[in-house]
């Protein structure tokens, strides 16, 4: 693939400029782009819909919070909060940037970069293109094919796009992507953002680009939401080299996080925590295999394997998207329609995983959904992966 050899110029900010997608471009439902798993829950549904690890904030991390509840008169002092990601990381200070969630993240990436030929590869968290249409940047489409597996192809990502964005484990594929795949994306004039919200979800975080300091441009984003249940506290990070978290910063407000959620992100990188989610991930494990080996009686149901994150990805039999969805929540339960990611379907939901009596009670609940449901055959009864779609 082509490369360019003239150095990257540092990121400033720049006002949001007229949309620039050409004349002929197909028309993008914005809607569906900030649709989230959230919208999915109500009282009395069982949530598969949001990713969020069960039964969390742990106890300990409640203490934490509280105690810095006592530290609100003063205004919030990030400098801790700094040190300990960084260190975390192996990083100095000056390479991180913490943020209120990725989405924060996502959103000063759009508002500062100007980039002229900006890449997404989809199917992925719809937030980044969401942001960079707001901010009046044309974004071109990389689809992933699930023939394939859903699996990247580096050469598949335009060899002229300045600004890529990739999900790693992508949700809602669940698919984690080879590191050194990511890294062939990298070249001088091109950041490459590489979502990793869910990289602690996997055991040892295997494939993660977050200790890389070699590769130019590469940009790492963080969240603190999924293992540790923070959602409501919006907290997560950025690792970039020094000018672009330089410039990032100076686009976001004064204080941008909350004592608690600065609390929360020391509380959460330190030793005894970071030995807590890697158990959590190896039990995730366990019970996501458990789910799986479960899916694979229901006829016709075809997970996205080989999965990673914290989720599956399901295709359901041709027609029967919409109305399976329709007979789980009357059932009690919430999944995620997936039909609002580009380049998926109305044929495709997602669902966390949980324990493994809430998954059995799910799969149950699935096939009573699917009545009439084609005897399963071989392929239909298969995974999707790189031999089967």
């Not at 809607?31 to 949001?50: C, Q, Y």
């Not at 044309?138 to 300045?162: I, K, S």
């Not at 993660?208 to 130019?216: C, M, T, V």
């Not at 009573?368 to 999707?384: F, I, K, N, Q, S």
Request: net charge neutral.
């Amino acid at each position: 693939m082509a490369t360019e050899t003239q150095a990257p110029a540092a990121p400033a900010p720049a006002p949001p400029a007229a949309p620039r997608d050409a004349p002929t471009a197909p028309a993008v439902d914005e809607t569906a782009l900030r649709h989230h798993g959230d919208a999915e829950v109500a009282p009395g549904l069982v949530d598969l819909a949001v990713n969020v690890r069960a039964g969390t904030p742990p106890p300990w991390l409640r203490r934490v919070l509280a105690g810095a509840m006592e530290n609100l008169a003063a205004y919030p002092d990030a400098a801790p909060a700094h040190r300990a990601v960084a260190a975390r990381h192996g990083r100095p200070p000056g390479e991180v940037l913490l943020t209120a969630g990725a989405a924060e993240a996502f959103v000063l990436l759009a508002r500062v970069l100007r980039p002229r030929h900006a890449a997404v590869v989809h199917p992925q968290f719809t937030e980044p293109e969401a942001a960079l249409r707001a901010a009046g940047h044309a974004v071109r489409r990389v689809l992933l094919r699930p023939e394939d597996g859903f699996r990247l192809d580096p050469a598949a990502v335009p060899a002229e796009a300045d600004l890529v964005v990739v999900g790693n484990p992508t949700n809602p594929t669940s698919v984690l992507h080879p590191a050194a795949a990511l890294a062939e994306l990298a070249r001088p004039g091109r950041t490459l953002v590489v979502d990793e919200a869910f990289v602690d979800t996997v055991p040892g975080e295997r494939e993660s680009l977050a200790g890389r300091r070699d590769l130019p441009g590469l940009v790492v984003l963080r969240s603190l939401t999924k293992t540790w249940g923070l959602a409501g506290l919006r907290v997560g990070y950025l690792l970039a080299d020094e000018p672009t978290v330089t410039a990032l910063r100076d686009a976001q407000p004064l204080w941008p996080l909350s004592t608690p959620a600065l609390a929360a992100a020391v509380a959460c990188v330190t030793p005894g925590a970071l030995a807590e989610a890697e158990r959590a991930a190896a039990a995730l494990t366990g019970d996501r295999e458990h789910l799986l080996a479960a899916l694979r009686a229901v006829p016709g149901v075809r997970p996205v394997t080989p999965a990673a994150g914290s989720f599956l990805l399901l295709r359901l039999p041709d027609g029967r998207g919409e109305s399976t969805r329709r007979a789980l929540r009357d059932a009690g339960w919430a999944v995620r329609r997936a039909d609002t990611f580009p380049g998926l379907g109305p044929d495709w939901i997602r669902v966390a995983v949980r324990d493994r009596a809430t998954s059995d009670a799910f799969v149950a609940a699935l096939a009573r959904a699917l009545p009439g449901a084609a005897a399963a055959t071989p392929a239909a009864a298969t995974p999707v992966s790189a031999a089967h779609c």
